[in-house]
């Protein structure tokens, strides 16, 4: 391509005006369908997080009721309820959001989280306080960058939703690290 090439279609041959004409009815054609695109991308990653929020607080309930049984330390066994309480109040308002964008609420964690928790309610005392501290890091690790992604997007109801909850996923991740070295 020489320098010539966004030269001036005047005094082209009237085939290569409608040549030029289409191409450039392509490209943006091309850019509209890559925007309508993307938007559509957009809301699926918006409706997956949603429903991995949903399936995470319910597994984060379930972690932390466990926790609290069978944890041998009371630092851990607090965490657990903090846990608990706050992913309760994070699945009612994910919920919320659920059901103003159309998104069919899961009811139980996934198969993978199902497995996890299988796993680790077989273990006890410091065993099982420190996997489920390592859980609960591994899961915060996870989901507050998606989270963080999702903030930026300021007008819709997941948006507003990951904003709203990623002050409190970050605080549990520091407090789940700083257990870690605890522990």
């Known amino acids: 391509m020489g320098p010539g090439f966004f030269r001036s279609t005047a005094g082209v041959a009237p085939p290569v005006k409608r040549i030029v004409k ?19 991308g957009a809301d699926k990653i918006s409706e997956v997080l949603l429903r991995d929020a949903i399936q995470g607080n319910l ?9 609290q049984e069978k944890a041998q330390s009371d630092e851990v066994k607090s965490f657990a309820s903090t846990v608990m309480v706050d992913h309760w109040v994070s699945n009612e308002q994910a919920e919320k959001a659920a059901k103003q964008i159309g998104v069919t609420v899961p009811t139980e964690p996934s198969i993978s989280q199902k497995l996890h928790y299988e796993q680790i309610s077989r273990l006890s005392d410091k065993a099982l306080d420190r996997t489920f501290v390592a859980e609960m890091i591994a899961f915060y690790k996870a989901i ?24 409190r996923l970050e605080e549990h991740l520091d407090a789940a690290q700083k257990l870690q070295s605890k522990i």
Do not use: C, H, W, Y
Not at 22 to 40: K, P, Q
Not at 60 to 65: E, V, Y
């Open 22 to 40: 289409r191409i450039s009815l392509l490209i943006v054609s091309g850019a509209f369908f890559e925007l309508a695109t993307s938007a559509l």
């Open 144 to 167: 507050i960058p998606r989270f963080k992604n999702e903030a930026k997007k300021t007008d819709d109801p997941v948006g507003i939703f990951a904003n709203e909850e990623l002050p």
């Open 59 to 67: 597994a984060a309930i379930q972690m932390g009721q466990l926790a």
